[in-house]
């Protein structure tokens, strides 16, 4: 159990530009969740998947971000032409389904800034 | 709708002084509650929770919280502060047993500096 694994660690990007960011949960666990955390603030919930189903997408999630599971393993968030507003810290955590109500395990998260 | 807030951005106390970080939650359902840490340039980890089981929990690394219902809290203490506990701290709450999607929602965060 290697745990959560995000990449990269860093992302700087220019204005404009589309990025992808990559998650490895806790292997057999069938929750994979995507928060975004801002400077200063405490993370917020953007989507969650069930093994390769997308069972919710906060509003916060507009049309330039999508997220997928393809195999049910491992996530991707891709954001399209970026905005400085989208520097933040993309945090994903994974979790047993059966157990996601007791706190899940975070990744250490994929900073992106937004030059 | 559920939201915690957390007092006070920033505490300071003296190394072998008792930490405490405050936590107060509004949630219209039986709230799950967690506090996780958080050091810089890493993600979260787990202190620990309150599942509606008893009251007072027992986490990690000598912390420990107290639910209140009566004062809607759930605050965080420990004894005997370290330097090492110096990080953001970090109170989050769930709809616990009546949400499917288990989604946390996260207060604003508390950064505790523990000085010599």
């Known amino acids: 159990d290697t745990g959560v694994s995000q990449d990269p660690r860093h992302k700087i990007t220019k204005r404009g530009q589309n990025v992808t960011f990559r998650c490895d949960p806790i292997s057999e666990h069938n929750r994979l969740y995507w928060y975004r955390q801002t400077l200063g603030q405490g993370p917020e919930f953007l989507t969650y998947f069930q093994n390769e189903a997308q069972l919710e997408k906060s509003r916060l999630l507009s049309d330039r971000f999508s997220a997928e599971r393809p195999k049910g393993s491992f996530s991707t968030l891709e954001i399209q032409r970026t905005e400085q507003g989208d520097s933040a810290m993309y945090l994903c955590?994974?979790?047993?389904?059966?157990?996601?109500?007791?706190?899940?395990?975070f990744g250490s998260g994929t900073r992106l800034t937004v030059v | 709708a559920q939201s915690v807030t957390q007092l006070g951005s920033h505490v300071s106390v003296s190394e072998g002084a008792l930490v405490l970080l405050r936590c107060n939650y509004s949630s219209s359902v039986p709230p799950y509650l967690f506090w996780y840490v958080q050091y810089p340039n890493q993600g979260l980890q787990l202190l620990l929770k309150?599942?509606?089981?008893?009251?007072l929990v027992k986490g990690i690394n000598g912390f420990e919280a107290e639910f209140k219902k009566s004062e809607t809290s759930f605050h965080l203490t420990k004894p005997s502060a370290h330097m090492s506990d110096a990080a953001e701290y970090f109170c989050a709450v769930s709809p616990g047993a009546a949400g499917t999607a288990s989604k946390l929602t996260f207060g604003t965060g508390t950064r505790l500096q523990v000085t010599l």
């Open positions: 955590a994974s979790s047993f389904e059966s157990t996601a109500n007791y706190g899940y395990t």
């Open positions: 309150y599942t509606s089981a008893a009251t």
